[in-house]
């Protein structure tokens, strides 16, 4: 039977240097499964692999698509499934990354087929939130549906809305649509996790936001001003300084910002995996244990 071996943990812990280390030991290619990774206009907040790394390595579902168009975990699954399928015909192993845990668990498990929301009810739904704002939206959300509250990036007003279409045209909770049968894969899944120590994570993702500045995310992000809107910017590195050029924020306060939200998103992150318990967890500094491990297996 084919492997996938699949590399999930918080964002800035070493995933992508990993998986290329991986890749190449194994002699495959790589699966992108970050949902920000997949924008071609997020060259530096949304820290893809260098020039350098995707010449060293095969990557799919990097910069493949643009901010303007719509793409979510469903298709994603079609068409990940689609790439893995086709290169499984010449691979006996293949690696996939990330730390979007909804595209990991599309890939994974599949992603469940959600119910048509009508346009009345999305309307009725934006409007509320239209007046009242994002604290409202949060503890509608909060009080509906608190396990996925818990665990989803709960500063996008866009996924949280859709839980409210859900709820009010189904009365169901989303994450209890997501509890549905799991889809059965034709290969295996290694699931490899990536920790470190608290404070050592967080000065990584402080240094790394600090390089970010350095290698020019203050442009990227101006030539993204008049898309701001586009729920592919929702994100953090871009919230934070689309506020900085409307004047909400100075820069400086906009940095400090990333660098918080970065390391809240860190936590969610590490909560969401945890929860697998299929996953083993490594420290990344430990490759040979990691691979000795997967050979074992």
């Not at 907040?45 to 643009?66: C, D, E, M, R, T």
């Not at 509320?128 to 396990?147: E, R």
Request: hydrophobic letters at 35%; aromatic letters at 8%; glycine letters at 6%.
């Amino acid at each position: 039977m084919n492997n996938l071996i699949v590399i999930v943990g918080p964002t800035g812990v070493g995933k992508t240097d990993l998986s290329i280390h991986l890749a190449k030991y194994l002699n495959t290619e790589i699966i992108s499964c970050d949902s920000r990774q997949f924008y071609k206009e997020l060259k530096i907040g949304a820290a893809p692999p260098n020039i350098n790394q995707l010449k060293n390595v095969k990557h799919h579902f990097i910069h493949h698509k643009s901010i303007k168009e719509n793409y979510n975990a469903g298709l994603f699954e079609i068409d990940a499934i689609k790439t893995i399928t086709k290169l499984f015909k010449s691979n006996d192993h293949l690696v996939a990354v990330g730390g979007s845990g909804l595209y990991i668990d599309a890939l994974c498990q599949g992603f469940n087929k959600m119910p048509n929301i009508s346009e009345k009810t999305r309307n009725i739904v934006n409007n509320k939130f239209n007046k009242n704002g994002l604290s409202w939206l949060q503890q509608k959300v909060k009080i509906i549906d608190p396990v996925f509250y818990n665990n989803c990036d709960n500063k996008n007003h866009r996924r949280l809305l859709r839980v409210l279409e859900i709820y009010e045209t189904t009365g169901e909770k989303i994450s209890n649509l997501r509890k549905n049968k799991i889809k059965k894969r034709p290969f295996k899944i290694i699931k490899i996790g990536l920790d470190l120590e608290r404070n050592l994570l967080y000065d990584r993702i402080n240094i790394r936001v600090d390089k970010m500045i350095v290698s020019g995310l203050l442009n990227e992000v101006k030539s993204l001003v008049p898309f701001n809107n586009h729920n592919a910017l929702k994100t953090v590195g871009y919230e934070e300084l689309f506020a900085f050029y409307n004047g909400k924020n100075n820069l400086d306060e906009s940095i400090k910002l990333i660098k918080r939200n970065t390391r809240r998103l860190a936590k969610r992150q590490i909560t969401w995996f945890k929860k697998d318990k299929k996953t083993k967890w490594f420290n990344p500094k430990n490759r040979q244990d990691i691979i000795n491990f997967i050979s074992k297996l």
